[in-house]
């Protein structure tokens, strides 16, 4: 029997409309489109002429018979040809791919292949994967990016020219919202520990959601000005595209990091906001004090990818910037828990604020959960600050799951949780603080690597007996990952000629930057036991739970 | 045959979670539980004894045997148990309908019964109210409120205390999030035009949405401290308390509304925002200048109902007041449009800065769009500022429908847009303006009156041949009825008598405010001439689209 309050008021055209962060563009070019939206070098675009061309995006990749539900892959810096990528190619109805510009090759084709994807917008800058591209998928549409260099014709054979594609498209070009929010908007590839790279798939509705969450967690104003030193190829940019969008903000390109020029941007074009790992945050907070001369304005910043040091945050609050600590995942857009900063921490000491400020925190606005269970009962741990559990997060800000991987889509979420991986407590002010990042990722410089892969790495090397690698702490990039070898009986290698054959397979920022040799710690049942390694490096994660070892 | 992106990839219990403003209060409680959440005179109560409150509320409702989905009707002033039962009340998965505690007993009890209300939370002024209903409606349970008195038993037969009704509920109640989003949350009865008032279905999605539009058009910050000058039996306060919560700010409660005691709170709380019709606008502007001694901080105010005059935003302006015009209706959760203020108007003159103020703007954040449209095409009229049209909203933030009232609600949306029944132009900017408000509403002092239900008033006396009521613009009230009477031949009756026999049947502030007797304009036809009637008393709504006079 229908009930009262749903007889005859069901959904209709009227009431009910997909969400889409798409539609942040289009409101930002209605009413405030005369409004910078993109500024790099000479460039400065309104927001009505941004509107205009990623509708021409759109239209041109429909016209290039891409349709609703297929992959364009780019492969960009944070140029405005990359912001454009997240308005237009949703407005189309395909699903963005972000490569990672860092990875190789090799590992880029594999997810070009993996994805699908039907169209390439590359930087002239990557004519290595723009040339493989084209030999080992000839149907791989290629539009090329001329930014700092003309795209070389024998690198980008058959490729068409980004403004020429442009200029194929319809400036009125009529989008549509998607038919389900629960549509595909992206798709990116997150290092996993094991295997291939996994394809974690965004839904509109929680880009849409985690667009407004940031702007909440910030109390972000309208028409803040957003410097774009985190890789937009990067969860989207934890999703701040939309963000600006919905704030008609101002998107300031960056295509390379480089402390002195953000502090150019931040005093010349009155940057407000910006977010980085602990090494963007760091090259800023050490930089020489007259680069800093002339910036008066308050700049907030959002740091994730590990704990901000105490000397770092003092250093920005010094400096004054405000510094706001959010934690999450490729799978949850980013971030989804932030270290919401209480008031009666003003008494405190700095290094006790540090302390508090360090913790992964509590759930992001419109995030339903977080919190830290025990993977086996699914039970809350006690807010003792001592009991371990996993960290899982629930709710809209949740991937659809991974792409062709049923399996580990439903294991990730077993239990009606997203299962991160990471270890964690409850501290008894109910913040979440982890103890033991997911033990086979190790972060550099905001970079994700896989302790496994540098490990399979090493075992084809044919001296090698065991391979174990461990994060070591590190001034300048965070994490480093450092290996520990043992050598087959009677051979001999060196670890100069292990770096080598390393580099042959792995990307530079992969590469081991420290390898000692010797017999490796086991249990009784020949486990390696990595807590000892790691607290050999001086590891802070040196915890590992019971029966974890 | 399933597309890859979704292809094992639909919603999980983890990943998809119904979107509702209860949750603000969850997470205020969260994460600020010690945070104030309601003031009233000496009541002080954070996030987290309010969470319990509501959690404790929600129980007993269940408790008293309500129903996911049934009906708990509200009689209250702004005071904390209202802002509870926002709170409370969809957290235990029934409808929230609050009175209008202008109305008449007999247009209540027609409420009650429509709306098939289960119970009612009403204060302990409205012994009336309480009265009949226990006479008339003997299944409903009565929770009364003693604010400022004890309720008088012989008026409250059998009624329950709210406190007593509060410590019979669960504070750790483990309340769900709705099935669906698109449940009902709210029933909020609208005056309409001819016939019973209409009830209008409220969906969680939607109370969601605006409540964080509210936050994004004010770039309200966290902690604001919002004082309840707007009832909140209009619109559920236009979506504020959940606002309010979502910003785990403070509700600063107010049982009637008087310009002094507004800016002592102002002062004493440290008020930063709050909204309220053209005549609390005017009362506060025109107030004595010591009463706001002592205040310097800025105050963020929101106006709807009627356009703010030039004086009043120049006076505004001149105390410090930053003032923002929303324009909506019930069926669009109050403000789903805003005139967005643009940094270009700072140059010119302060009254045609006023004039554009004055103008209903564009479309609320959330919401998908906002236009005037030819009600027979559905074409979207030329932006000249001259070609009339019927204004037409379109997205998340508009009702489920008319409850019980399938042809109203078809009618309603008919073609894809919600039909405010407002007439108005586009501006060449894109901005709207109404040009006449659907023809048989007055609005005054924030209130909806119908035309149409006066009329009917007139025509039950038996000298009357022909009545006809307009808008008269009146300073304090913005609009007053003015009625226009032909009387039977040879009958005879002077003003005084007809609003007597007015009195038996409406409301006091509906009554008509001037009388005018004399024979009618009509058309050919025989059709009333309406826009005359406006023309002679001054009204500059006295426009008609062709076709319609």
Redesign the interface.
Known sequence: MK???????E???????S?TPV?FVA?AA???G?RLAIVYGDVRRTWQETYERVKRLASAIERAGVTR?ETVAVLLPNIPEMVEAHYGVPMSGA?LNTLNSRLDTSSMLFMLRHG?AKALIVDSEFGDLAHRASLELPELKIISVSDVAQAEVHRFPGAIDYEAFLASGDPQFAWT?PPDE???IA?NYTSGTTGDPKGV?YHH??AYLNA?SN??EW?M??HAVYLWTLPMFHCNGWCFPWTVA?RAGVNVCLRKFDAKTVYDLIREEGVTHYCGAPIVQSALANAPAEWREGIAHRVSTMVAGAAPSPTVIARMKEIGFDLTHVYGLTEVYGPASVC?R?D?WDALSDDERARLNARQG??Y?LQ?AVSVLNPATLETVANDGESLGEIM????I????Y????RA?AEA?RG???HTGDLGVITPD?YIRIKDRSKDIIISGGENISSIEIEDTLYRHPAVEVAAVVAMPDEKWGEVPCAFVQLKEGAHVDAEELITHCRLFLASFKLPKAIRFGKLPTTSTGKIQKFELRAMVGSDRAIDLPGNG
Do not use: S
């Not at 009930?3 to 008021?9: T, V």
């Not at 959904?11 to 409309?17: D, G, I, K, Q």
């Not at 949740?398 to 799951?401: E, N, Q, S, T």
């Open positions: 009930h009262m309050f749903d007889e005859g008021l959904r209709r055209e009227a009431n009910h409309v969400l539609d409101r209605e009413v405030y005369d539900g699903v699908e919202t629960w549509d595909a798709l798939v509705r929680g407004v702007i909440l109390d104003p309208k919905a919401a209480q009666r509590v759930r606005h339903r997060f629930r709710g809209n949740c991937m659809k799951g792409l062709k991987n049923e889509t979420f009606g949780w997203f109910g």
